[in-house]
């Protein structure tokens, strides 16, 4: 029988601790949208941010250089705030393309690339400049069956090498460039901004509102005062 100095002997069990959940890294959170775009961030924050942009606006990779760090470390880490980008084909063909390559990605790669091709867009454009005055092989690209033209393009604009090195296989590239379906939902997503009133690059929702600032020291005041 258990007496009462016996039970004061007894070890009393500890508590177990139940360690926390790590928080989510809303940052490494990427999906593809309904609307053709990836979206990284929070897919409930307070304030959803979209972009339309292009890989050969200029205007959107100095964006992409000044207000990505930011916006990523202050603003989407805190999944107070999600950054989606739309493809809008200002210069066609060119924009195509490059969207048709960094669509082709997996989502975790697709914003390191997107931020790369930003980054390469000068070398880009000395390359489309050099085709453009080159008649001659504009024409054995255009001479090419229908579904090698976009592959032979990307060659000769250097992303098929520029893919390679981001970790896309030269045949899965070209698979993507043929890929009508693709082709056609890059498309839709750029015609579906013009309906939205996005005329230029690059262009800013935010919350589904379009707004007139196109660079970051004019959106910036904008996003805090949605966060509210």
């Known amino acids: 029988m258990a007496t009462p100095a016996a039970a004061q002997k007894r070890p009393v069990a500890k508590a177990k601790t139940v360690a926390k959940p790590a928080p989510t890294r809303w940052v490494n959170v990427v999906v593809r949208t309904p609307e053709g775009g990836v979206r990284q961030g929070n897919p409930n924050a307070k304030v959803k941010l979209v972009e339309y942009g292009a890989r050969t606006c200029p205007s959107c990779a100095r964006f992409a250089e000044e207000a990505m760090p930011p916006l990523r470390a202050k603003y989407i880490a805190s999944g107070k705030v999600s950054y989606e980008f739309r493809d809008f ?53 255009l001479s090419l069956p229908e579904n090698q033209i976009a592959g032979a393009y990307a060659e000769a604009l250097g992303w098929l090498e520029f893919s390679k090195q981001q970790g896309l296989p030269d045949a899965k590239a070209r698979v993507c460039l043929a890929d009508e379906k693709l082709l056609i939902a890059i498309n839709k997503t750029s015609q579906d901004g013009e309906k939205l009133g996005v005329h230029g690059t690059p262009s800013f929702l935010i919350n589904d509102q379009l707004v007139e600032p196109h660079d970051w020291g004019a959106l910036e005041p904008l996003l805090i005062a949605a966060i509210g």
Do not use: W, Y
């Open 89 to 141: 084909l200002i210069h066609g063909a060119p924009d195509m393309i490059a969207a048709v390559v960094n669509q082709c990605m997996a989502n975790e790669r697709f914003f390191p690339v997107l931020d790369a091709m930003f980054a390469a867009q000068t070398a880009a454009s000395g390359r489309l400049k050099a085709l453009e005055q080159d008649k001659a092989r504009r024409d054995a690209i």
